[in-house]
């Protein structure tokens, strides 16, 4: 029970550069245990060089901290390596309606995979005529598109 | 040796590292600064890893010693102590040279860190797993621009042509075996370098040729004396660490 409480707390940490998503909407909340003296909080980095990953380590702490856990260790992971595949339905939801196109699926962010790495739709006007003005855009996990109908450019979550 | 050959590979990414980020609000266009230095965060980031796990190792086999830190790795050692390839820790130059550089390296850490995958060291080989990921797009963008460059204008193939020239004689050394990488092989936790040359090759190869670019040519020995892997560096180090390091050494241990 204070195991799923301490997650649906956790789930209010937010990435500092996508404020509409969770860290357990991202998928980089990967798992919470209690021991006898201590919470033991399990993240692993989008980047190797993310830089939000500081802010957010302190975000845990101390919104555990408010709500009374004051023994946390934090516990930094690599392996396995972070996918976007690992977003969730409702982050994926969170980002389009944010903005943001989400990554494509059908792994083609993996080392095997065969399917493009390119959004699907515009996320403003849904239009599938749209093309890349980067590969990357504002951070690390983002490239630069354009929509061709509504003319806007919008951020896509890259597939990684 | 371990944490030679960890020290190696965390040199090479942070050398490279911040040469791309003196790109930052210098790029030729908003989009590629910011490509740029999204590329030097990565490498910033594998050799922050990297530092940290030769740390813990170093600290484990000589417990007597007072125990180094990352910070002590990257801002505290002298020129002749960075492990690096002399390629990597050459003046930017112009678009063309950066763009060269970093496609030759990619390519090369491409095949290393899928050799490092199987590490018999588990940390290692969990770096590995998380950079290479970001080594294949570094891979992807800096083809397309040797590709844009070569079978561009007649101003970006010449300057191809330069870039070539200049860095072709400084290829060789990623590929030249010293000891501790030997060690590193023998032992199973690292990749002989001179066993990637024959991949390596041939995909940086396919590219020149789709960028109409001459070919690369194995020049079988080092065109120069200079041994970055082992510590004979090239005049420009010196000045890089000059200003990587001034702050921690004119404010020892300092942090923001």
């Not at chain 2, 990414?13 to 040469?19: E, V």
Request: glycine residues 6%; charged residues 25%; hydrophobic residues 40%.
């Amino acid at each position: 029970m204070e195991k799923e409480k301490i997650i649906s707390i956790l789930e209010e940490v937010m990435d500092p550069e996508i404020p509409v998503l969770s860290i357990a909407d991202l998928g980089i909340l990967r798992g919470v245990e209690i021991l006898e003296n201590e919470i033991r909080v399990t993240v692993t980095p989008t980047y190797s060089g993310c830089p939000a990953m500081d802010t957010i380590q302190e975000d845990i702490r101390s919104i555990l901290l408010k709500n009374g856990f004051d023994k946390v260790k934090i516990n930094l992971v690599l392996s396995p390596a972070w996918t976007s595949e690992w977003m969730t339905d409702s982050g994926r939801e969170k980002l389009e309606a944010f903005g943001i196109a989400a990554p494509a699926l059908n792994h083609s962010c993996t080392m095997a995979g065969t399917g493009t790495d390119e959004p699907g739709h515009c996320p403003l006007c849904h239009s599938e005529n749209i093309e890349m003005i980067s590969r990357f855009g504002s951070t690390a996990c983002k490239a630069l598109y354009r929509c061709l109908d509504c003319r806007e450019p919008f951020d896509y979550f890259k597939c990684h | 040796m371990l944490s030679a050959y960890l020290i190696q590979l965390a040199d090479n990414a942070l050398i490279l590292g911040h040469r791309n980020s003196e790109w930052t609000g210098h790029g030729p266009v908003l989009e590629q600064d910011i490509a740029l230095s999204n590329i030097a965060l990565d490498l910033i980031g594998q050799s922050r890893n990297l530092y940290q796990l030769a740390a813990s190792r170093m600290n484990t086999l000589s417990p007597e010693k007072e125990p180094v830190t990352e910070d002590d790795l990257a801002y505290l050692r002298e020129a002749p102590d960075f492990k690096n390839v002399v390629l990597l820790e050459q003046p930017n130059g112009d678009w063309a040279k950066t763009i060269l550089r970093q496609f030759y390296f990619s390519r090369f850490q491409l095949l290393q860190f899928r050799d490092l995958l199987n590490s018999k060291d588990a940390d290692l080989a969990a770096i590995a797993e998380k950079s290479i990921k970001e080594i294949r797009y570094h891979v992807k963008w800096s083809s397309e621009w040797v590709c844009r460059l070569g079978d561009g204008t007649t101003e970006s193939h010449t300057r191809m042509l330069n870039a070539l020239e200049e860095l072709n004689p400084l290829v060789a050394e990623l590929f030249t075996t010293t000891d501790y990488e030997l060690a590193a092989a023998t032992g199973g936790w690292g990749t002989d370098p001179a066993s990637l040359q024959p991949d390596w090759l041939q995909a940086v190869n396919a590219t020149l040729q789709t960028a109409t670019l001459p070919l690369y040519r194995d020049e079988k020995k080092p065109a120069l004396l200079l041994s970055g892997k082992n510590g004979f560096h090239s005049e420009h180090l010196g000045f890089i660490l000059a200003e990587m390091q001034f702050l921690q050494r004119a404010y020892p241990g300092c942090d923001w």
